[in-house]
């Protein structure tokens, strides 16, 4: 059984930066994808950022170029950049993989862009 660990997430100004961290246990494949997600106060989740283990990434369109994610195999870990975070960022973020036919959730981190 794989188990997501999230930690990383807070409260920010506005222009600020955080880094979000999920770290996988378990079973773990040699290909899968592991992500970000997040949801904001009475929408559906949305994704923010995902990355393959050979490599490949996907971000939302309002993320690029302030949000980076990135992977440590050897740790089974995944790590969202997120820089210039905006109020309307204010979020669950959960941490997802998709390993086979696995869909495995993180329990999610409060972020939190306020002055």
């Known amino acids: 059984q794989v188990q997501l660990v999230e930690s990383g997430g807070g409260l920010v100004q506005p222009g600020g930066s955080l880094r979000l961290s999920c770290t996988a246990s378990g079973s773990i494949f040699s290909i899968y994808q592991m992500g970000w997600y997040r949801q904001l106060p009475g929408k559906q989740r949305e994704l923010v950022a995902a990355?393959?283990?050979?490599?490949?990434?996907n971000y939302a369109d309002s993320v690029k170029g302030r949000f980076t994610i990135s992977m440590d195999h050897a740790k089974n870990t995944v790590y969202l950049q997120m820089n210039s975070l905006k109020p309307e960022e204010t979020a669950v973020y959960y941490c997802n993989m998709q390993m086979g036919k696995m869909d495995i959730w993180g329990q999610g981190t409060q972020v939190t862009v306020s002055s």
């Open positions: 990355m393959s283990s050979l490599g490949s990434t």
